[in-house]
């Protein structure tokens, strides 16, 4: 697994849920994905397009999901509804920060909107693609991000390092 | 939530906002800080389409809007509402802050962007400084938001 790749996805979901939820934030446990990943409870998945691609799903377990919507809503409970909608917009927060700084790395994305996710299992690693879930403890609980990609293209810096073909 | 002066038009009128984003959860959120600077909601899209009519129907004074959205992006929104209507205050607020986004939302005639998560605080500044430019309206400060205004 390219760590170059991953570190802005750690940096943006520990940034963005620690100004968000404004409390203390951890990276918990990062395992890589050989088996079928398995839904904790309220995901969303973001798709992204570009010289790397891949999917990335956002999920929390209800009660987690619930705590973290009350907290942004500024109310003392959220329902369902609620909570999806919270799970998605922080997934959305999270990987605009993150396609940013891989942006300044010099990769090109697109990056398209977050759906829920229902299918119970997630993202599994293969030969051209790599998975990892990476683990967020707050103070309402952890939050799980499973992150799947593959390289599609050189980043902007080395193509433009690279001698033009005759 | 810290307090703020409310940014009032020069008609002392509030301000009126479009708030453009596909997720309700970010635009009521967004609805909430603009409240708590002292202005009005003349209106919602969750598109980029449904902002066009919105900003025809509803001829707010700031529209803010989102870049990632179903059916019509932000930034192509932007460019067919300054088209029609130069004049319009466009502030982008999303969460994919690279180069490229921002200098393109710009080159269509947005004003100003904002990097998600948004701080109330930055909103305010940028909002303040986008409003300051605006001939008909007052981008100083007059009073304290839920202030009682004479």
């Given at each position: 697994m390219r760590m170059d790749l991953i570190q802005p996805f750690i940096n943006a979901a520990d940034a963005v849920f620690a100004e968000s939820l404004q409390g203390p934030t951890k990276i918990g446990d990062l395992s890589m994905e050989e088996g079928a990943y398995r839904r904790k409870g309220i995901a969303a998945l973001i798709a992204i397009k570009g010289d790397i691609e891949g999917r990335v799903i956002l999920d929390l377990a209800p009660e987690v999901a619930s705590k973290v919507a009350a907290i942004l809503t500024g109310t003392e409970s959220a329902d369902e509804q609620i909570a999806r909608e919270t799970v998605c917009e922080l997934a959305n927060m999270v990987i605009g920060n993150s396609v940013t700084l891989l942006n300044d790395q010099g990769y090109t994305f697109k990056v398209f909107p977050p759906e829920i996710h229902t299918s119970d299992e997630g993202l599994r690693g293969s030969a051209d693609t790599e998975a990892m879930v990476l683990a967020i403890e707050t103070t309402c609980g952890n939050i799980f991000l499973n992150i799947a990609m593959h390289h599609l293209a050189r980043r902007r810096r080395e193509r433009d390092l690279a001698p033009a073909v005759r | 939530m810290p307090q703020f002066a409310a940014l009032l038009r020069k008609d002392s009128q509030p301000v009126r906002y479009l708030v453009v984003d596909d997720s309700v959860f970010a635009r009521k959120n967004i609805i909430k800080m603009v409240q708590l600077f002292g202005g009005e909601v003349a209106g919602e899209a969750g598109d980029g389409l449904t902002a066009i009519a919105e900003f025809n129907r509803t001829k707010p004074d700031i529209v803010l809007m989102d870049i990632t959205?179903?059916?019509?992006e932000g930034i192509e929104a932007v460019e067919r509402i300054v088209r029609q209507h130069p004049e319009a205050r466009i502030v982008m607020v999303s969460s994919v802050g690279y180069q490229e986004n921002i200098l393109a939302a710009l080159q269509k005639g947005a004003k100003h962007f904002v990097q998600k998560p948004v701080k109330p605080e930055v909103l305010y500044e940028i909002l303040r400084y986008v409003l300051s430019d605006?001939?008909?309206?007052?981008?100083?400060?007059?009073a304290l938001a839920g202030e009682h205004r004479s």
């Open positions: - | 959205m179903p059916q019509m605006d001939p008909s309206a007052a981008g100083a400060p007059v």
